[in-house]
């Protein structure tokens, strides 16, 4: 079983940036890999996905701010974002094998 471990959030003012990473405990070059974040009283939704083959994909909401990336020398998956706004404030969770596996989350917080 995949274990996933993300890191990197924290609290940032309006505009600034953060890069998120995830590392998984095994070879996932193989997998697909997402970024999903809840806000509180909110859903889970979706924000990224990199696919084994590097393809991108991303919400309108955070297109053109969000990118992801992947390391598999490293078993590690990016985010950075830029230009964060207060409603990018969730928990930021990574997935493999989009829905598969699941980190435990690390907190966002994008406040003046």
């Known amino acids: 079983q995949v274990q996933l471990v993300e890191s990197g959030g924290g609290l940032v003012q309006p505009g600034g940036s953060l890069r998120l990473s995830c590392a998984a405990s095994?070879?996932?070059?193989?997998?697909?890999m997402g970024w999903y974040r809840q806000a509180p009283g909110k859903q889970r939704e979706w924000v990224a996905t990199i696919t084994s083959g590097r393809s991108t994909y991303y919400a309108d909401s955070v297109k053109g701010r969000f990118t992801i990336s992947r390391d598999n020398t490293k078993n590690t998956v990016y985010l950075q974002m830029n230009n964060l706004r207060p409603a990018d404030t969730a928990v930021y969770y990574c997935?493999?094998?989009?829905?598969?596996?699941w980190g435990q989350g690390t907190q966002v917080t994008v406040s003046s």
């Open positions: 095994e070879d996932f070059s193989l997998y697909a």
């Open positions: 997935t493999a094998n989009p829905g598969s596996y």
